[in-house]
């Protein structure tokens, strides 16, 4: 049986129900992340390339783009995409 009193709260913002001192921290993370300039870089190609919403744009490795379904650009690891750090 599950004690629920012991979950975290889940609020709007905060899906992953985390402290209000972790997600400050994760925050401010992804901010970092997305300010990079590798990042910046990729969202200005995105826009110019025209973002719909019933699709992905993939960032091949040779870094071409390519308009994919959202499901396969997001399944990545399945693939093997997916940088593991440990």
């Known amino acids: ?8 709260i889940k609020r709007a913002g905060n899906a992953q129900g985390l402290s209000p001192v972790a997600l400050r921290r994760k925050r401010a993370r992804d901010k970092a992340a997305a300010m990079t300039p590798k990042r910046k870089k990729r969202k200005a190609e995105n826009q110019a390339y025209g973002q719909r919403s019933d699709s992905d744009i993939h960032h091949e490795p040779s870094g071409a783009l390519r308009r994919t379904s959202i499901a396969y650009n997001r399944a990545t690891h399945t693939r093997g995409e997916v940088n593991k750090t440990a």
Do not use: V
């Open 1 to 8: 049986m599950c004690d629920y009193s012991t979950m975290a």
